[in-house]
């Protein structure tokens, strides 16, 4: 079975530029989510969809951040404008079914904001 | 704030010793779980005890739980230098979706 995959791998960028990020989830797994890790601290999480509905976004800052999962498949996460301290690991995990269950995650992407 | 707190936040010991690396929360869980990081990649899920549980083992790893304390602990038995990593406990509450709220993380160094 084919892991949670992510693109890119790296992205350096300037601030007030914008960048996205893809992810794609391991087949069959309805539950989607997105993280921000910053270097030294724990994944927060930014983004969760069931399918191609949002289940909680309270800690995405919408002003800047925009997530979307619109076949229910794969998500894009997108950061317009960035701001330094958005650098960080961004990491996308998967979950088949009930809160029991484990979330796989991929390898992340990791942005440096100059 | 992040729910879980990580004791130590850094843990240097030899190949072959034992690491302890605990973990405390603060409300009620469905569920806990511990997930290594090594450096520059992904999290790796490695261990899920529920509520009702007190102890699981799953090879050379053993957790605990206690929830009248709220903490957990993560014993990696007879270390390697391969277990060299960033540990993190995560907890799951009820009525949350299933979302991990992660602690800040022990760093392992395991030296051969």
């Known amino acids: 079975e084919a892991g949670v995959a992510q693109s890119p791998r790296y992205k350096i960028i300037e601030k007030r530029q914008s960048v996205a990020f893809w992810c794609n989830p391991i087949?069959?797994?309805?539950?989607l989510y997105w993280y921000q890790q910053i270097l030294g601290q724990g994944p927060k999480l930014l983004i969760q969809?069931?399918?191609?509905?949002?289940?909680?976004d309270s800690q995405l800052p919408k002003d800047r951040f925009s997530a979307e999962r619109l076949k229910g498949v794969d998500s894009t996460l997108k950061i317009q404008p960035a701001k330094l301290e958005d650098s960080a690991v961004y990491l996308c995990a998967s979950r088949r079914g009930g809160a029991q269950e484990t979330q796989y995650f991929g390898p992340g992407t990791r942005l440096l904001v100059l | 704030s992040q729910q879980g707190e990580e004791d130590p936040q850094a843990l240097s010991i030899q190949e072959g010793e034992n690491a302890t690396m605990n973990c405390s929360y603060k409300?009620?869980?469905?569920?806990l779980q511990w997930y290594r990081q090594n450096s520059g990649r992904g999290l790796v899920h490695l261990i899920l005890i529920r509520s009702n549980e007190r102890e699981k083992h799953s090879g050379r790893l053993r957790v605990t739980l206690d929830t009248s304390k709220k903490s957990s602990s993560l014993l990696i038995t007879a270390s390697r230098a391969a277990d060299t990593a960033s540990y993190f406990c995560a907890t799951v509450l009820y009525n949350q979706g299933g979302k991990l709220i992660f602690g800040q993380g022990t760093e392992l160094s395991v030296k051969p």
């Open positions: 409300t009620s869980i469905n569920n």
């Open positions: 087949s069959g797994h309805a539950t």
């Open positions: 969809f069931q399918n191609n509905g949002v289940v909680d």
